[in-house]
Each structure stands twice: as structure tokens, then as C-alpha cells.
């Protein structure tokens, strides 16, 4: 499976971004999807994941209420709908697909990450 990340950019405080992610090299995604992201000298950290069907989400603490995250499966793409952005949300962001369950996602260690893609640059200035 290979993985695209598009939607990143500079926004100021306050605004929003909708990221992409999109999935190829399969014919149906059925494993959970999600997003991580790191800031120089920090590790990845989840930001938010859900299962292929949906139904189920996480979200880190430090995006309730102002991220969504969603799935076109029809498109095997994935998205994240941030709002209400900080400057303490600059990050590169990553999407990711593993079959593991999502109760296992907050603390995946990267590095054993089924798939993912380059990242998508998002800065928010003050």
C-alpha cells in the first residue's frame, strides 16, 4: 500500500486546513486508518485514528473538539478536517494504516507501523 499526503500549508491562528491521504496499491482499504505527527526533536505522536468502517475514532486530547477525522471508502482516502488551529499544532503530519486495533494506536511505536506515506507540512503562524 502506498500512501499520499496532500493539504498541508501556512495558516494563521484560528484557521482551518483539510488534509488528504490517499491510498493505492489496494483495492479496498479494511485495516484502521489514521494520522501521526512530529515536530523537530519530538517523536511521532497520534493525532487521531479510526477504524476502516468508521465507526469507531480516537483522538488525542490535544485535538478533541477542533480535528475530525473521516474516510471516503469509495476513494481509499482519509482525512483530517482541522480547525481552530494553534501554532503548537506546526508539524509535519503523517497518515498511516495498520491492522492492529485501535485501542493498540496511542501507543504504537512508529517505527512498526504497517504503512505510511510522506508527510504534509502544516504551519500556523500566531
Known amino acids: 500500500v502506498q500512501l499520499q499526503a496532500s493539504g498541508g500549508g501556512l495558516v494563521q491562528a484560528g484557521g482551518s486546513l483539510r488534509l488528504s491521504c490517499a491510498a493505492s496499491?489496494?483495492?479496498?482499504?479494511?485495516?484502521?486508518m489514521g494520522w501521526f505527527r512530529q515536530t523537530p526533536g519530538k517523536e511521532h505522536e497520534i493525532v487521531a485514528a479510526h477504524t476502516w468502517s468508521g465507526r469507531v475514532t480516537y483522538y488525542s486530547d490535544f485535538v478533541k473538539g477542533r480535528f475530525a477525522i473521516s474516510t471516503d471508502n469509495a476513494k481509499n482516502t482519509v482525512y483530517l478536517q482541522m480547525s481552530s488551529l494553534r501554532p503548537e499544532d506546526t508539524a509535519i503530519y503523517y497518515c498511516?494504516?495498520?491492522?492492529?486495533?485501535?485501542?493498540?494506536?496511542?501507543?504504537?511505536?512508529?517505527?512498526?507501523?504497517?504503512?505510511w506515506g510522506q508527510g504534509t507540512q502544516v504551519t500556523v503562524s500566531s
Open positions: 498511516a494504516i495498520d491492522s492492529r486495533p485501535l485501542a493498540y494506536w496511542p501507543n504504537l511505536d512508529w517505527k512498526t507501523i504497517g504503512s
Open positions: 496499491g489496494v483495492t479496498l482499504i479494511t485495516d484502521n
